[in-house]
């Protein structure tokens, strides 16, 4: 696999990735439409403007190129950028003059690798891993680094750090890594906020804490892999845009129904 296929169909299917679990959690449904090419997400602008941060840590070509490539959507035809790349433009600045932020992004570039976790095989794409120093990092932007998320899966109120699945995520590419270099990495977030001016800080984790991460990946993933696989219907949210696109009313509900 490589950069060009990285995000393929044939790659996705093949594949389990912790976007794609990330995914399958939201909804099932969903997930499986989206995999089949029946449903589409909408390319947001978030999307463009995290694809833009991470390409301007990258390297100078390649945020070249996804300037040229999404030229549209970054520049007003009358000059000057559109208003959340002005900021997106504030949040580089911002990291770009921290030292100690520009040195925890040190090292090879969105690189790739596969293994195998809970009997199916898996990949990540790594924002930036350094083998000398046998840890990896990965770039993230938030609304605010305090801001507090109510968490069914934990159950408590978290940070965005759990609210979004970046300890997730973080245990699954160090045991991916693992599997392929026979080390563990330590694993940190360098994180930017879209505040004005932005906030910015280097996140370490406590390694115990992936156990408990493990456990809900164990749990969850057969139910996704057999949606994936068609061995079952995918279950609907019944909340999210696909399912309010596909809904067929059959009966009533109570009104209590509604908050539960
Ligand atoms: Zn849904």
Request: with cysteine; glycine share 4%; aromatic share 16%.
């Amino acid at each position: 696999m490589n950069r060009q296929n990285y995000h393929s169909n044939e790659a996705n299917q093949y594949y389990m990735s912790v976007s794609q679990f990330k995914s399958a959690m939201k909804c099932e449904a969903s997930f499986v439409a989206e995999l089949k090419g029946e449903f589409i997400r909408p390319s947001s602008t978030a999307l463009i403007v995290g694809s833009y941060t991470h390409a301007a840590f990258e390297s100078e070509q390649v945020f070249t190129q996804f300037c040229e490539k999404h030229h549209d959507s970054i520049f007003k035809s009358r000059g000057g950028k559109y208003a959340d790349f002005e900021q997106a433009e504030r949040m580089i600045e911002t990291l770009k003059n921290d030292r100690f932020a520009m040195f925890a992004l040190e090292g090879e570039k969105e690189v790739i690798f596969t293994g195998e976790l809970f009997g199916v095989p898996w990949k990540i794409k790594v924002d930036s891993i350094h083998h000398d120093r046998k840890s990896f990092s990965d770039l993230k932007t938030t609304q605010s680094l305090y801001k507090r998320y109510w968490s069914e899966k934990y159950n408590k109120y978290v940070s965005f750090v759990e609210a979004y699945d970046y300890v997730l995520q973080m245990a699954i590419y160090r045991e991916i890594i693992y599997q392929n270099t026979g080390q563990y990495y330590d694993p940190y977030l360098v994180v930017v906020t879209k505040e004005t001016p932005p906030d910015k800080e280097i996140l370490e984790f406590e390694i115990p804490d992936f156990d408990f991460e493990f456990e809900y990946v164990k749990i969850m993933l057969p139910s996704i892999i057999e949606a994936k696989s068609s061995r079952k219907e995918p279950v609907r949210c019944e909340k999210c845009e696909y399912c309010r696109m596909t809904k067929q009313l059959t009966k009533t509900i109570k009104v209590g129904y509604l908050l539960e």
